[in-house]
C-alpha cells in the first residue's frame, strides 16, 4: 500500500495598507537528487550568475546617476550648455520646467531673513479700559495690552509702525480705551524692554514713529517700491501674536490695489499672500534682497478667505516718517470743504451733474477765499476729472502748502473756474 503524506496547508498573508498578498509554500519535502541537483545550481549561480548580475547592475547604477547629473549627460550625449539652456527656456516658455531646485529659493529665504531681522522690534503698548458698567456707583478700571511690530529706521532709535498700534484710544457705549500709557519695545536677540515715547502719529495714513534710547541700531535698508511686480518673493516679518522674530514666505499678489478698511479709510497697498496675523502690523514686507517695500498694515478674515494681506508701500511713508520726526505731525494742504460723492442716480435724481458735491465750506478757508458756494459741484482739479472725494484728495496731497490749484464746478447749470491757494491744515 502506497503510503500517504499528510500536505501542509499554504499560508497567504495580505499586507495592511495594500491589496498585495504574499504567498508562502510550507511544504518543504524534497528528495535526495533534487537536493543534490539544487545544490549545483546554486553552485553555478555563485561562481558565474551572481558576478555577472552584479556588474551589470553597477554599471547600471553608474550610467544612471551620470545621466542624472546635468553636466555629465551633457558631455556623454555631446549636448552643449547652450542647447540644454535652450531646451529649459523652450519648456519654461510652454508652462513647464523640466528640472526645479529649491536650494536657491531656500538661500534667498535665508539671505532675506539675516539681512532683516535685526532691523524689526516687538512693541507691546499698555493702556486703560474703564467699563461703562458700575458696581457699587463705581465705574471699573482695567489695564490693557496690545502687541504689534515695528522697523528701526535710524541707528539712533527712530522706528516706524502703524498709528493704530500705538494710538488705542477709543470707546462706545460698553467701554472706553484711553490713549497709550507705556509703549515698550524689545529688540532682535534682546530681552532687554526699552520704553519709547510716541514722536508723532498720523491718522490718515496709519503710520506713527516712536523712538527708544540706544545707539548703533541695524537701520533697515529700503527699496523701490515703485518698482514692485506682480508674483515676486515677499517676506513678511514681525512679532505675529507675541511671537517675536517670526517670518513668513509668499509673492507679491498684486500691486496699487484700493483697499477700504472697517473704519472706511481707503489706501492703496501692497497685496501678498506671506501670511499675516494679528501683531505682524507694523513689521516689514521685504523682498529677496531683505529691502523693505512695504509696512504690514491689513488683513482679510472670514469664511473662506486666505492669504489675504497689505502692505503700505514703502515709498509712500518716507515723507510722512520725516514729518512726524519734524514736526510731530504730517503738515497737509486743504481746501476746507465737506464733500459728498455724487453718482449717475443721486445727480440725475437732484438735477446735478456728476462730481462732488460742496456740503459745508470752513471759514477763512481756501476755498471760501476762492470763492467756491455750497451746493457747487466740483468736476475737475488741476485739469482732471473726478466723480469722488478720494479723487479730488489725490490731487490736492500732490500739492505743496501754498501752492495754487485750480478746479472746475458746475454752478446752477454753467460751469466755472476757480484758483484755490492752498493753506495748512489745520
Same mark, same amino acid.
Given at each position: 500500500m502506497?503510503?500517504?503524506?499528510?500536505?501542509?496547508?499554504?499560508?497567504?498573508?495580505?499586507?495592511s %495598507?495594500?491589496?498585495?498578498?504574499?504567498?508562502?509554500?510550507?511544504?518543504?519535502?524534497?528528495?535526495?537528487?533534487?537536493k543534490?541537483?539544487?545544490?549545483?545550481?546554486?553552485?553555478?549561480?555563485?561562481?558565474?550568475?551572481?558576478?555577472? =548580475?552584479?556588474g551589470?547592475?553597477?554599471?547600471?547604477?553608474?550610467?544612471?546617476?551620470?545621466?542624472?547629473?546635468?553636466?555629465?549627460?551633457?558631455?556623454?550625449l555631446?549636448?552643449?550648455?547652450?542647447?540644454?539652456?535652450?531646451?529649459?527656456?523652450?519648456?519654461?516658455?510652454?508652462g513647464y520646467?523640466?528640472?526645479?531646485?529649491?536650494?536657491?529659493?531656500?538661500?534667498?529665504?535665508?539671505?532675506?531673513?539675516?539681512?532683516?531681522?535685526?532691523?524689526?522690534?516687538?512693541?507691546? /503698548?499698555?493702556?486703560?479700559?474703564?467699563?461703562a458698567?458700575?458696581?457699587?456707583?463705581?465705574?471699573?478700571?482695567?489695564?490693557?495690552?496690545?502687541?504689534?511690530?515695528?522697523?528701526?529706521?535710524s541707528?539712533?532709535?527712530?522706528?516706524?509702525?502703524?498709528?493704530?498700534?500705538?494710538?488705542?484710544?477709543?470707546?462706545?457705549s460698553?467701554?472706553?480705551?484711553?490713549?497709550a500709557?507705556?509703549?515698550?519695545?524689545?529688540?532682535?536677540?534682546?530681552e532687554?524692554?526699552?520704553?519709547?515715547?510716541i514722536?508723532?502719529?498720523?491718522?490718515?495714513?496709519?503710520?506713527?514713529?516712536?523712538?527708544?534710547?540706544?545707539?548703533?541700531?541695524?537701520?533697515?535698508?529700503?527699496?523701490?517700491?515703485?518698482?514692485?511686480?506682480?508674483?515676486?518673493?515677499?517676506?513678511?516679518?514681525?512679532?505675529?501674536?507675541?511671537?517675536?522674530?517670526?517670518i513668513?514666505?509668499? /509673492?507679491?499678489?498684486?500691486?496699487n490695489?484700493?483697499?477700504?478698511?472697517?473704519?472706511?479709510?481707503?489706501?492703496?497697498?501692497i497685496?501678498?499672500?506671506?501670511a499675516?496675523? =494679528?501683531?505682524?502690523?507694523?513689521?516689514?514686507?521685504?523682498?529677496?534682497?531683505?529691502?523693505?517695500?512695504?509696512?504690514?498694515?491689513?488683513?482679510?478674515?472670514?469664511?473662506?478667505?486666505?492669504?489675504?494681506?497689505?502692505?503700505?508701500?514703502?515709498?509712500?511713508?518716507?515723507?510722512?516718517?520725516?514729518?512726524?520726526?519734524?514736526?510731530?505731525?504730517?503738515?497737509?494742504?486743504?481746501?476746507?470743504?465737506?464733500?459728498?460723492?455724487?453718482?449717475?442716480?443721486?445727480?440725475?435724481?437732484?438735477?446735478?451733474v /456728476?462730481?462732488?458735491?460742496?456740503?459745508?465750506?470752513?471759514?477763512?478757508?481756501?476755498a471760501?477765499?476762492?470763492?467756491?458756494?455750497?451746493?457747487?459741484v466740483?468736476?475737475?482739479?488741476?485739469?482732471?476729472?473726478? %466723480?469722488?472725494?478720494?479723487?479730488? %484728495?489725490?490731487?490736492?496731497?500732490?500739492h505743496?502748502?501754498?501752492?495754487?490749484?485750480k478746479?472746475?464746478?458746475?454752478?446752477?447749470?454753467?460751469?466755472?473756474?476757480?484758483?484755490? %491757494?492752498?493753506?495748512e491744515?489745520p
Open positions: 502506497e503510503e500517504k503524506k499528510e500536505k501542509k496547508p499554504i499560508i497567504e498573508v495580505k499586507s %495598507t495594500s491589496n498585495f498578498k504574499t504567498v508562502k509554500d510550507s511544504n518543504s519535502y524534497k528528495s535526495f537528487n533534487e543534490k541537483n539544487d545544490k549545483t545550481k546554486i553552485g553555478f549561480g555563485r561562481s558565474v550568475l551572481v558576478p555577472f =548580475a552584479s551589470v547592475l553597477g554599471c547600471a547604477l553608474v550610467i544612471g546617476t551620470c545621466f542624472g547629473v546635468p553636466s555629465i549627460r551633457s558631455n556623454l555631446g549636448i552643449d550648455s547652450t542647447t540644454s539652456t535652450t531646451n529649459n527656456t523652450n519648456s519654461q516658455a510652454s520646467v523640466s528640472q526645479t531646485s529649491l536650494s536657491n529659493y531656500s538661500d534667498t529665504s535665508i539671505y532675506a531673513a539675516n539681512k532683516i531681522l535685526p532691523s524689526i522690534v516687538g512693541i507691546k /503698548v499698555e493702556y486703560n479700559v474703564n467699563s458698567l458700575t458696581i457699587f456707583g463705581q465705574s471699573q478700571t482695567s489695564t490693557g495690552t496690545a502687541t504689534g511690530s515695528g522697523i528701526i529706521i541707528e539712533d532709535g527712530y522706528i516706524l509702525t502703524n498709528n493704530h498700534i500705538v494710538s488705542t484710544s477709543s470707546d462706545n460698553y467701554y472706553e480705551v484711553s490713549e500709557t507705556k509703549v515698550t519695545v524689545t529688540l532682535f536677540n534682546d532687554t524692554e526699552y520704553e519709547a515715547k514722536v508723532g502719529t498720523d491718522e490718515q495714513t496709519d503710520l506713527a514713529v516712536i523712538k527708544i534710547e540706544k545707539a548703533g541700531l541695524t537701520k533697515a535698508e529700503f527699496a523701490d517700491s515703485d518698482n514692485v511686480k506682480v508674483g515676486e518673493f515677499a517676506m513678511a516679518v514681525g512679532n505675529p501674536l507675541g511671537m517675536e522674530s517670526t513668513t514666505c509668499g /509673492v507679491v499678489s498684486a500691486v490695489r484700493k483697499v477700504t478698511d472697517s473704519d472706511g479709510k481707503n489706501y492703496t497697498l497685496q501678498t499672500d506671506a499675516i496675523n =494679528a501683531g505682524n502690523s507694523g513689521g516689514a514686507l521685504v523682498n529677496s534682497q531683505g529691502q523693505v517695500i512695504g509696512i504690514n498694515t491689513l488683513k482679510l478674515e472670514g469664511t473662506g478667505i486666505e492669504g489675504m494681506g497689505f502692505a503700505i508701500p514703502i515709498n509712500s511713508t518716507t515723507d510722512i516718517s520725516s514729518q512726524l520726526i519734524k514736526y510731530s505731525k504730517v503738515k497737509r494742504p486743504y481746501i476746507g470743504i465737506t464733500g459728498m460723492d455724487l453718482d449717475e442716480k443721486t445727480a440725475k435724481a437732484n438735477n446735478l /456728476v462730481g462732488v458735491y460742496v456740503k459745508a465750506i470752513d471759514d477763512f478757508s481756501a471760501e477765499k476762492a470763492g467756491l458756494k455750497i451746493g457747487d466740483i468736476i475737475e482739479a488741476d485739469g482732471q476729472k473726478i %466723480t469722488t472725494m478720494d479723487e479730488l %484728495t489725490e490731487i490736492k496731497n500732490k505743496q502748502i501754498g501752492d495754487e490749484m478746479i472746475k464746478v458746475n454752478r446752477n447749470g454753467e460751469e466755472k473756474e476757480l484758483a484755490l %491757494t492752498l493753506a491744515q
